[in-house]
Nanobody, 125 residues
Framework: QVQPVESGGGSVQAGGSLRLSCVSS????MGWFRQAPGKEREGVAA???????TYADSVKGRVTISKDDDKNTLYLQMNNLKPEDTAMYYC???????????????????????WGQGTQVTVSS
């Protein structure tokens, strides 16, 4: 079992950018999720070993997920951040047997896989 370790969160103003990183053994599916206070955890972006990716509608065009296999690191580049992006962001890893697609990995409830402790992103207006 692996526990991913996230970093890169912080406080920025609306319109700013952040790049989150996650050091983890890279499984078939890797993804970023977020949870705001009082809300359920939601999928943000996911990628598979072939670099096929899926994004939540709320972040499409503003967020890019990528990975560096040599460094065992997953990234989330976030641009044009909005106050509604404020949340704890979690990295997750899942083997192929748990879900059938990156979309299912993002949408399945409860969320599956191995989880990190999270990194806080706060966007002020």
């Amino acid at each position: 079992q692996v526990q991913p370790v996230e970093s890169g969160g912080g406080s920025v103003q609306a319109g700013g950018s952040l790049r989150l990183s996650c050091v983890s053994s890279l499984y078939y599916y890797m993804g970023w999720f977020r949870q705001a206070p009082g809300k359920e955890r939601e999928g943000v972006a996911a990628i598979n070993i072939y670099d096929n990716s899926t994004y939540a509608d709320s972040v499409k065009g503003r967020v890019t997920i990528s990975k560096d296999d040599d460094k065992n690191t997953l990234y989330l580049q976030m641009n044009n951040l909005k106050p509604e992006d404020t949340a704890m962001y979690y990295c997750a890893a899942a083997p192929r047997r748990l879900v059938d697609s990156t979309k299912e990995f993002l949408d399945i409830r409860p969320p599956l896989g191995y989880w990190g402790q999270g990194t806080q992103v706060t966007v002020s207006s």
